[in-house]
Nanobody, 133 residues
Framework: QLQFVESGGGMVQPGGSLRLSCAASGFTLDYYAIGWFRQAPGSEREGVSCISSGTGSTNYADSVKGRFTISRDNAKNTVYLQMNSLKPEDTAVYYC??????????????????????????WGQGTQVTVSS
């Protein structure tokens, strides 16, 4: 069975940090780009970050740039999202997914298109991140 399992979420105070993990089973991550998305209550799901295979080039939504870092460990078949300087507006369920049949993150207009969740497959069940004092 092909699936992702996200973990590492929790509750943290503003300014705190969390590290999310996205472990794949049933397939090898090596050849695929992987994205992290989030969905807050009452909001649409938005792309947070994406990492390509091969060079491992990274991409971020403007809202998290400079605070979040995506990385991958192909030997562990896992992708990570290090989240620092967390804000209440980061509160959401975080999901990971694989770019369908592609080694690179989808681009439009010279930058990562974080709106194209339709290009991703094998969504995990998500992990809740709550930032609150």
């Amino acid at each position: 069975q092909l699936q992702f399992v996200e973990s590492g979420g929790g509750m943290v105070q503003p300014g705190g940090s969390l590290r999310l993990s996205c472990a794949a089973s049933g397939f090898t991550l090596d050849y695929y780009a992987i994205g992290w998305f989030r969905q807050a209550p009452g909001s649409e799901r938005e792309g947070v970050s994406c990492i390509s295979s091969g060079t491992g080039s990274t991409n971020y939504a403007d809202s998290v740039k400079g605070r979040f870092t995506i990385s991958r460990d192909n030997a562990k078949n896992t992708v990570y999202l290090q989240m620092n300087s967390l804000k209440p507006e980061d509160t959401a369920v975080y999901y990971c997914a694989v770019v369908r049949g592609a080694p690179r993150c989808p681009f439009r207009g010279g930058r990562w298109d974080n709106r194209r969740e339709d290009l991703y497959d094998f969504w995990g069940q998500g992990t809740q991140v709550t930032v609150s004092s």
